[in-house]
């Protein structure tokens, strides 16, 4: 069966540590990946994805298709990061069709 | 550009009650989406709409959970009768469509309604 995990519920870092958000996939063939973020009180929104392989606000993802994860990592988190992240595979024969991890809050302390 | 918009944004009914919520997608985008998202869990797909037709309705409770997009743009999606375990946050989405080209758009999501059936 097609599953995402984020296996942490809870992530908890001070500002300027680093902070990587685990994403293992178990999906046939070669899906697209995404990660979502919701911050406080706004709308769930894209913040990347593993094709275009750009930082977002200091935040990269490697696609590692051998370990099947797609984990998201920032070398110096700040507060503002504090945010519900959510992995997304899209399944590589739907065209639009996302599955969402359940997610990780990340809080970062002064 | 306008985003998704959504409304009721809270609704509290009683159980076997009828609810709907309303979606308007952004201008242009013709894909839209419906998902449920219970507390703790990320977004489930219920529905997905390519203009006015359904791509994919696979986990939509079909018994008691409807939805359409009559003219491609504005969507409803209507419980009846609902269930205490239909308590949730209802989102939409909507995204570009392009034919014959791989890849994968981003969704835009709206507010959300929040339904709390007792």
């Known amino acids: 069966a097609q599953r995402v995990t984020q296996p942490e519920k809870l992530l908890s870092v001070f500002k300027g540590a680093p902070v990587e958000l685990k994403c293992n996939y178990s999906y046939s063939g070669s899906p697209e990946l995404f990660w979502y973020v919701q911050y406080s009180r706004q709308r769930l929104q894209l913040l990347l994805r593993h094709i275009s392989r750009e930082s977002i606000k200091g935040f990269t993802a490697d696609l590692n298709k051998g370990e099947t994860s797609f984990h998201l990592k920032k070398p110096f988190a700040q507060e503002e990061d504090s945010a519900m992240y959510y992995c997304a595979p899209n399944k590589e024969t739907s065209g639009s069709r996302l599955t969402f991890g359940e997610g990780t809050q990340l809080t970062v302390n002064p | 550009e306008a985003g998704v918009a959504q409304s009721p944004r809270y609704k509290i009914i009683e159980k076997r009650q009828s609810v709907a919520f309303w979606c308007n997608p952004i201008s242009g985008h013709a894909t839209l989406y419906w998902y449920q998202q219970i507390l703790g869990q990320g977004p489930k797909l219920l529905i997905q709409?390519?203009?006015?037709?359904?791509?994919?309705d696979s986990q939509l409770p079909k018994d008691r959970f409807s939805a359409e997009r009559l003219k491609g743009v504005d969507s409803t999606l209507k419980i009846q009768p609902a269930k205490l375990e239909d308590s949730a946050v209802y989102l939409c989405?909507?995204?570009?469509?392009?034919?014959?080209?791989?890849?994968?758009?981003?969704?835009?999501f709206g507010p959300g309604t929040r339904l709390t059936v007792t």
């Open positions: 989405a909507s995204s570009y469509l392009k034919l014959g080209l791989a890849g994968t758009y981003e969704q835009y």
């Open positions: 709409f390519q203009n006015n037709g359904v791509v994919d």
